[in-house]
């Protein structure tokens, strides 16, 4: 049994005495990182040249670094209210600035996006690997010791505790590592609890592995509060591309999404499709929808509510997702035994008879039912747990008994008082690893026991692919949709997501390749990647839709569904002359003529082709118009909340004009003008006090002041 202690600094000895102070340390990704534990070994190992520290993992995150000191000034205050006494990973600053002692060594498969774009180190150390592939590699690099945060609670006086926010690789990995543990080698395995963090169940409970736990450390400095990503703005281009995607959810059908602006736009669509359908399909009208969309929509997805539900089937588990389930968007039920998932493919069971009778037709269960099928039959809610086995009978309350038989005229009479009045065990969202707002984790730690018990957080390898389970898996994620994004996206449909064309690391696969090939093993299912059409930065407009790239995700042999602002191109089975038609559909339209001449000139497009009518009018200013005039219920900035104040909100759109509108070596020239433009300062009190600015002191203050103004006057 593991050992219990209230002191990192005492899990830290046992580590370098058990490993001989030679320390491959794995840990999960995102907020399951035992931040304190982790710590407090590095700082060990930074003294002692004798040590060495070999940390695998990925996702580290750090609070939101300031480009500029205007950035500063809003970050600061924002990022003491929101993280607090965050800990922070101590690896985090030096892995960025390639200044990690000689000891230590970090590797990483995803990067806080765009994080570590400047490191030499962390690019070098960086290891591409799917997802599903993490928990093989790791045991590859011959890891001694894995380390992750723990929930906690004590029930009647017993304690329990889960993985919670990330079991997604640790379930794969614990056998490998228990193999080698068994074989011989020193594998130690470190639990840290935090009071926080939200308790999960099903497969996230460590029940079964807690005989193999080394160290549970509960520090009474470790809970600390726990790492949130605030919920970003959603701008109108955001919108109407989590609109497009919204029209290609099929009811009944499976979804999948990630995290970010564009995720929330689509979680913000489908909530409005289900429950203020007329004004969700204002937009759509407004905009006109092409017959190819028409076509797709009608084909694959739909514009109605939500009548049977969605079942979830996702790497992460988002603030929006756990929103659609709250809405009982996310609610059709999936069972984890196959005879009955196929069952209630057909249509919805209920425990009785005819449901016993159509499991015997599978051959799910026997005539005479044996314990385990027994066990199976209560589990799910079809028998009432006071059914017992005795020899050759059944045994049923108030001391009854029957024959075992469910052939037998009086056995089944008798068995009619204790069916269950429902199915249970039904699961309506896996998951992998979860991460979001404080507002999420609370909403989690605030489930009642049957909301918990319908998510399960699992392993990595069930939520990414179909190998194991497949028959399973194959009957769960009926129609499903995998919809991710990517910052730019290839004429003849290659994607890319994690990578810039001269080699750097921006953040990461994951899972992303997992599920596009997913989408064309399973039937009825389709795979979609979300892009902005377009970028603006230092006033110059850029397209995301490219010719060609230096470095893709996903292949293009693996294309299938794009959706910009613009609408949806689809791209699967098609010529590369018809995909190349598609993307420039759905491309901004400043941008067309040039993309279609190189297309011409590599011969991937007649010379006659032209853009047709309907697609010429791909302009920020048409998305602007339809926009206004349907109001801003229809396209909230923050769909799901902030943890900003409405003050907060109008300021950032202010510096988020002055990033996308002004480069730096710009901002003294914007500034010149904005010293002899008055602004108006009482208009814009709170924000300028806000910022620091209301009583400007010096030359550059009263630059930044006429800035702000300047700034606020045109976003706001």
Known sequence: MAERMESVECAVDVVIEKTGGKIRLAMPLGLGKPNRFVNALYRRVEKDSSLSLDIFTALSLGRPGAGSDLEKRFLGPFAERVFADYEELAYLK??????????????????????????????????????????????????????????????????????????????????????????????????????????????????????????????????????????????????????????????????????????????????LRDQDNERYLRPLQAWGLAESQQQIIAAEGGTGVFREGLYGCSEMVTHGLLQLVHDRIIRRPVYDWEALQQLEMHEPTQPGLALLDALREQSAISRRLDRAQLRTLKRFGIFREAVSKQGDQLELPNGVRVANDLDDRATREALKAVFGDRLRGGIVMHGGFFLGPEAFYRRLRELDDEQRAAINMTRISYVNHLYGDEGLKRLQRQDAR?????????????????????????????????????????????????????????????????????????????????????????????????????????????????????????????????????????????????????????????????????TEQRVLKALTWLKEKVGHKEYVELGSKALFHEGSEAEFAEELARMGLKDPDGVKEHLYHRLLLTALEAAC
């Open 94 to 271: 030096p892995a960025k600035k390639s200044t990690l002692p000689a000891n230590i060594r970090v590797y990483e498969f995803f990067f806080q996006p765009g994080s570590m774009l400047g490191s030499d180190s962390a690019q070098q150390h960086y290891i591409s690997s799917n997802y599903t592939h993490v928990a093989r590699d790791l045991n590859a690099r011959k890891i001694n010791v894995v380390a992750q945060l723990l929930a906690h609670r004590s029930v009647d006086g017993s304690d329990q505790y889960s993985f919670a926010c990330n079991p997604e690789v640790t379930l794969d990995l614990m056998p490998l590592l228990l193999a080698r543990r068994e074989a011989g080698e020193t594998i130690l395995s470190v639990g840290q609890i935090h009071r926080d963090l939200p308790f999960m169940e099903n497969d996230a409970r460590v029940d079964d592995w807690l005989p193999h736990m080394d160290l549970l450390v509960d520090d009474p400095e470790g809970h600390t509060r726990l790492f949130s990503t605030p919920n970003m703005p959603v701008n109108v281009q955001d919108h109407f591309v989590g609109l497009h995607a919204s029209t290609l959810i099929r009811d009944g059908g499976t979804l999948q999404i990630g995290i970010g602006a564009l995720g929330d736009a689509l979680v913000h669509h489908l909530r």
């Open 482 to 646: 995998f919809v991710n994004t990517a910052f730019t996206v290839t004429l003849l449909g290659a994607g890319v997501a994690d990578q810039v064309d001269d080699g750097r690391v921006l953040s990461g696969v994951g899972g992303q390749y997992n599920f596009v090939s997913q989408a064309h093993e399973l039937e009825g299912a389709r795979s979609i990647l979300m892009v902005r059409a377009w970028r603006e930065r230092a006033s110059e407009a850029m397209s995301n839709v490219v010719f060609g790239y230096g470095h893709n995700t996903i292949p293009r042999h693996l294309r299938d569904v794009v959706v910009t602002e613009y609408g949806v191109a689809d791209l699967r089975g098609k010529t590369d002359e018809e995909v190349v038609m598609a993307m420039l559909n759905v491309s901004d339209s400043r941008f067309q003529v040039d993309l279609m001449a190189e297309a011409r000139a590599a011969g991937k497009l007649r010379k006659d082709y032209q853009i047709p009518e309907a697609h010429r009018r791909n302009n920020p200013e048409h998305l602007h118009e339809i926009a206004a005039r349907c109001g801003d219920a229809s396209f909230p900035l923050f769909p799901l909340g902030t943890d900003f104040t409405e």
